[in-house]
Nanobody, 120 residues
Framework: QVQLVESGGGLVQAGGSLRLSCAAS????????MGWYRQSPGKQRELVAS??????TNYADSVKGRFTISRDNANTINLRMNSLKSEDTAVYYC???????????????WGQGSLVTVSS
């Protein structure tokens, strides 16, 4: 099938920076939109940032000007997080909209989640 592998989470002080990466592999023909979502305890999962295959980006208002999403290649994205705040603490999930090869189908695939903790 298709797998998303995330890396780069961890513990950082408020005002610091972190970089998350997500790499997709498997039975991939193409990927349209990839993005990052986050979920903190007691809250719903929310969109942080997304990027299309054409490079169009979308950000949550709460992270605009602080976070930058980029796409290294067709199957890999990064999220640069600057000026981190305690409210950014959450599990961050990578998501991809995948068109598979072989048996052609469209899938929404999620990564396993990467914990980001911002200490104040």
């Amino acid at each position: 099938q298709v797998q998303l592998v995330e890396s780069g989470g961890g513990l950082v002080q408020a005002g610091g920076s972190l970089r998350l990466s997500c790499a997709a592999s498997g039975r991939i023909f193409s990927i349209s939109t990839m993005g990052w979502y986050r979920q903190s305890p007691g809250k719903q999962r929310e969109l942080v940032a997304s990027i299309t295959s054409g490079g169009n980006t979308n950000y949550a208002d709460s992270v605009k000007g602080r976070f930058t999403i980029s796409r290294d290649n067709a199957n890999t994205i990064n999220l640069r997080m600057n000026s981190l705040k305690s409210e950014d603490t959450a599990v961050y999930y990578c998501r991809a909209e995948v068109h598979t090869r072989g048996i052609m189908e469209y899938l929404t695939v999620w990564g396993q989640g990467s914990l980001v903790t911002v200490s104040s």
